[in-house]
């Protein structure tokens, strides 16, 4: 069973920058599958980015792309979500996702249901 808790969230002015952490316990290499999704209020939960363990792909979210990045502590199993020149449009609340996905292809790692597994959440708000 794998936990996942992310921190790292809050209040940012639009052009500022955060860095949400999330922490994995009870991951197995199959387990290989790490994503971040995000839900504003009243709408559905949208893929963000998603990154292999092993750091060998990643895929954004066009609307990201070139502002957020990912990162990996293997030592301290956790992933970094590096999050640039935020706009309001940023802002909600941000989860942490791990999965097992065999196949790691922008149409495999968006739907939500691919991932077994989910953090808390965290909120992130961006002031205009």
């Known amino acids: 069973q794998v936990q996942l808790v992310e921190s790292g969230g809050g209040l940012v002015q639009a052009g500022g920058s955060l860095r949400l952490s999330c922490t994995a316990s009870?991951?197995?290499?199959?387990?290989?599958?790490m994503a971040w999704f995000r839900q504003a209020p009243g709408k559905e939960r949208e893929f963000v980015l998603a990154t292999t363990w092993n750091g060998d792909s990643t895929y954004y979210r066009d609307s990201v792309q070139g502002r957020f990045t990912s990162s990996k502590d293997y030592a301290k199993n956790t992933v970094y979500l590096q999050m640039n020149n935020l706009q309001p449009e940023d802002s909600g609340v941000y989860y942490c996702?791990?999965?097992?996905?065999?196949?790691?292809?922008?149409?495999?790692?968006?739907?939500?249901?691919?991932?077994?597994?989910w953090g808390q959440g965290t909120q992130v708000t961006v002031s205009s």
């Open positions: 996702a791990a999965g097992r996905l065999p196949v790691f292809t922008m149409a495999t790692v968006e739907p939500a249901k691919r991932y077994a597994y």
């Open positions: 009870g991951r197995t290499e199959s387990d290989n599958a």
